[in-house]
């Protein structure tokens, strides 16, 4: 999905709204239902067939904004309400091409058939006006479509189907996605994909603002990706000041999180590699949960090191106590990891996506913010990029004294390569020692809460880690103080 499409557009209206009135202190139930009729003021819909349905949306837009489900329980018939961290917005919900498999023009009235010969069900029929598929008989299984000559059945697919590789998104009886939670690892790939923006995550935006007002010590821990989000100058030094601004105590960056979890997983992959077992990288969630809820089989050979987020937020509690910590990133995935971490969690989850919102709500723009001093070796911030988590582990085992010509890293960039990785290490044939897994293409800097174009994204990364080889991780850590912190996931 474009970064400045206009489903983006209308959610960064809804955040922005939410945190305006939430930093005024006037948001309740009746400023909540202004805020339909403030984003579209006339009769005219912008988007949709009337302009109710179009308020209806961002009502339901402004429950995920506060943290709550698109529509009440008691509002919804057969249809289970969860908490899940990405929800299916039903009143956007619409659109998609109800049956998946359509006959277009193209159809030649052929003499061969070779449709409905392929097809084991019936479901198609020769009329004078081309071939006809009976959608009630249709078992969607693409024969007809392979078998055609001239390509003139169409594979309608729905988007959120076709960008969830795990097989999660099914379509009820109302004719809306359902997410099974069983299957889904959060990723965001089918809230990226939707053309309407019918699927979107869960917000902690308002319980963050209630805690910033408060007398609480608020910690924002920024994710690596987080360089050229804001601009292409905008640094994690810069970004740091007006997250101060904002009102956060103070800003650690996750990056030093990233260099712990690189020296703890270079010590793991030494040992393992000694007696010729295969691991695989920790730190992104959505990899995590591909795992566990798909290759069950290779648990064992996860790392059991805690993901830079965890770690960081580790040390924070460590220094200081109390203290209430905020992760802010482009990763919806994390949402769903903060809730399963047994300690060391953050207390709330912020994408770069809702970040953006309370930022513009209170006027203060990072590009104009002078830089802020920050901790953290090029090898930590390079965790934001494809193969970026693998140079920085090899890093430490050559820092730790190990032998990195004979150790073998595998990066595998997005959902489809881990696949490809995790079957091969299933079969005994993994040839490398160690699989980096990152679910979205390119890296974290991908991940669906970005807001910068990845190409800019890219560009801030390398110039970021650029000449900087040399940077010591124990040394680092060391100087602040981050040996002492518990980086084991169990």
């Known amino acids: 999905m474009e970064r400045n499409s206009d489903t983006r557009q209308i959610k960064y209206e809804v955040l922005r709204a939410v945190s305006e009135h939430m930093f005024r202190g006037d948001l309740n139930e009746e400023t909540m239902e202004q805020i339909p009729f403030q984003i579209i003021p006339t009769a005219t819909p912008r988007y949709r067939c009337c302009v109710y349905k179009e308020r209806e949306i961002i009502r339901q837009r402004i429950r995920l904004a506060t943290g709550r489900a698109p529509i009440p329980a008691h509002n919804i018939e057969h249809r289970k309400v969860s908490d899940n961290v990405i929800q299916v917005i039903p009143a956007a919900c619409e659109g998609c091409p109800i049956n998946r498999f359509q006959v277009t023009e193209n159809c030649q009235k052929c003499m061969m058939k070779s449709c409905q010969s392929a097809c084991a069900f019936g479901a198609i029929t020769i009329t004078p006006r081309g071939a006809y598929i009976d959608q009630s008989k249709c078992h969607e299984c693409g024969k007809c479509a392979e078998a055609c000559p001239y390509h003139a059945i169409a594979d309608l697919m729905r988007p959120c189907k076709r960008a969830?590789?795990?097989?999660?998104?099914?379509?009820?009886?109302?004719?809306?996605?359902?997410?099974?939670?069983?299957?889904?690892i959060h990723c965001g790939h089918c809230a990226d994909a939707c053309p309407f923006g019918a699927i979107s995550d869960m917000s902690q935006i308002t319980e963050v603002i209630a805690h910033i007002q408060s007398d609480k010590k608020v910690i924002a821990v920024p994710a690596p990706a987080v360089e050229g989000q804001f601009g292409p100058q905008v640094t994690i030094g810069r970004l740091t000041t007006a997250l101060?601004?904002?009102?956060?105590?103070?800003?650690?960056?996750?990056?030093?999180?990233?260099?712990?979890?690189?020296?703890?997983?270079?010590?793991?992959?030494?040992?393992?590699h000694a007696k010729g077992g295969k691991m695989t990288t920790s730190c992104c969630p959505a990899f995590v949960n591909l795992i566990r809820k798909h290759y069950p089989q290779l648990s064992a050979r996860m790392s059991n090191t805690v993901s830079p987020m965890?770690?960081?937020?580790?040390?924070?509690?460590?220094?200081?106590?109390?203290?209430?910590?905020?992760?802010?990133?482009?990763?919806?995935?994390?949402?769903?990891?903060?809730?399963?971490?047994?300690?060391?969690?953050?207390?709330?989850?912020?994408?770069?996506?809702?970040?953006?919102?309370?930022?513009?709500?209170?006027?203060?723009?990072?590009?104009?913010?002078?830089?802020?001093?920050?901790?953290?070796?090029?090898?930590?911030?390079?965790?934001?990029?494809?193969?970026?988590?693998?140079?920085?582990?090899?890093?430490?085992?050559?820092?730790?004294?190990?032998?990195?010509?004979?150790?073998?890293?595998?990066?595998?960039?997005?959902?489809?390569?881990?696949?490809?990785?995790?079957?091969?290490?299933?079969?005994?044939?993994?040839?490398?020692?160690?699989?980096?897994?990152?679910?979205?293409?390119?890296?974290?800097?991908?991940g669906p809460g970005s807001i910068a174009p990845l190409a800019q994204l890219k560009a801030a990364r390398m110039n970021k880690i650029k000449g900087k080889d040399n940077d010591n991780i124990t040394k680092m850590l060391e100087s602040q103080d981050f040996m002492k912190v518990n980086m084991e996931r169990e």
């Not at 953050?346 to 002078?370: G, K, R, S, W, Y």
């Not at 090898?379 to 920085?392: C, H, K």
């Not at 595998?410 to 490398?432: D, F, H, R, Y």
């Open 164 to 184: 969830c590789e795990v097989n999660a998104i099914t379509i009820g009886s109302d004719k809306l996605a359902i997410i099974d939670e069983a299957k889904c």
């Open 244 to 272: 101060k601004e904002l009102g956060f105590y103070d800003v650690f960056e996750v990056a030093l999180g990233g260099d712990a979890v690189s020296y703890n997983e270079a010590k793991e992959l030494i040992e393992v």
């Open 310 to 446: 965890v770690a960081v937020v580790r040390w924070v509690r460590e220094n200081i106590p109390g203290a209430y910590v905020v992760f802010i990133g482009p990763c919806m995935a994390k949402k769903a990891e903060a809730k399963t971490e047994v300690e060391g969690e953050p207390d709330a989850v912020l994408t770069f996506e809702e970040l953006n919102a309370m930022l513009d709500a209170c006027h203060i723009d990072p590009t104009q913010c002078p830089e802020s001093e920050t901790y953290a070796t090029s090898f930590g911030r390079r965790f934001s990029g494809s193969g970026g988590v693998a140079a920085a582990v090899m890093k430490a085992v050559a820092e730790l004294g190990g032998d990195v010509n004979e150790i073998k890293t595998k990066p595998c960039s997005g959902i489809k390569e881990c696949k490809v990785g995790l079957a091969m290490m299933k079969a005994n044939k993994l040839t490398e020692d160690i699989i980096e897994g990152m679910i979205c293409e390119g890296g974290c800097i991908a």
